[in-house]
């Protein structure tokens, strides 16, 4: 089964600087798909950017890019220009290839705090 | 753009008692997924369905069912209520094909409260 290890229960930022959060998996899959979701504190669930395995390029969404070292098996999100409405719970998930278990197994979940 | 809606957003129930959460997922998606998050925990994956049939099966316990209907619609049917089930449930909705495929996005959740 695969696990993913977000080691930063919590992680601050002054706006307007950068920040990286941390997420380390384990798996034995050769193919897979890794996801940001951010939960702000509506709760609700949103996608944050995905990164396919089969990718060398760190997939990057405006002000939001990750660090895929598949070798190392980590997948490091990095916030630029970070802004109030980021301060969110952030969630690392994991999915595995199609044809096989097809849910999300998330982290444990960093909770970023933006001081103004 | 639509999103995954949810009903109902907010449902108080007694121990013992019987609960039906409801999700429509995003048009054209045909695949359903629901999650339970408890207080201060990550979403756990309960049930998933692909094109009306159960696809993949997590921690739901025996007390829940759910199933899928012919307008992908999906329900949460939870019976003998405790208290440990109170949680925030999702449901998310993917598309099996195309250039989104396998990316779930997430309705805006349940909160059930069960006293």
């Known amino acids: 089964a695969q696990t993913v290890t977000q080691s930063q229960p919590e992680m601050s930022v002054q706006e307007a600087e950068t920040v990286t959060l941390s997420c380390t998996y384990d798996?034995?899959?050769?193919?897979?798909?890794l996801f940001w979701y951010k939960q702000p504190p509506s709760r609700q669930m949103i996608l944050v950017i995905r990164?396919?395995?089969?990718?060398?390029q760190n997939a990057t969404e405006n002000r939001f890019s990750v660090n895929f070292q598949k070798a190392a098996k980590s997948f490091s999100l990095k916030i630029s220009d970070s802004q109030l409405g980021d301060a969110a719970m952030y969630f690392c998930?994991?999915?595995?290839?199609?044809?096989?278990?097809?849910?999300?197994?998330f982290g444990s979940g960093t909770q970023l705090t933006v001081l103004p | 753009a639509a999103g995954v809606i949810q009903s109902p957003r907010h449902l108080i129930k007694e121990k013992r008692e019987t609960a039906t959460l409801k999700c429509y997922p995003i048009?054209?998606?045909?695949?359903v997924y629901w999650y339970q998050q408890g207080p201060g925990q990550d979403p756990q994956f309960l049930i998933s369905?692909?094109?009306?049939?159960?696809?993949d099966k997590g921690s739901i316990p025996d007390r829940f069912s759910a199933q899928q209907f012919s307008d992908y619609h999906s329900e949460l049917n939870m019976s003998s209520l405790e208290l440990g089930d109170s949680a925030l449930y999702f449901c998310?909705?993917?598309?099996?094909?195309?250039?989104?495929?396998?990316?779930?996005?997430f309705g805006p959740g349940t909160r059930l409260l069960v006293l």
């Open positions: 998310a909705s993917s598309v099996f094909s195309g250039g989104d495929q396998e990316t779930q996005y």
């Open positions: 798996t034995s899959e050769s193919d897979y798909y």
């Open positions: 990164q396919e395995a089969y990718k060398q």
């Open positions: 998930a994991y999915r595995s290839i199609p044809g096989s278990a097809r849910q999300l197994t």
């Open positions: 048009p054209r998606h045909d695949t």
């Open positions: 369905f692909y094109e009306k049939m159960q696809s």
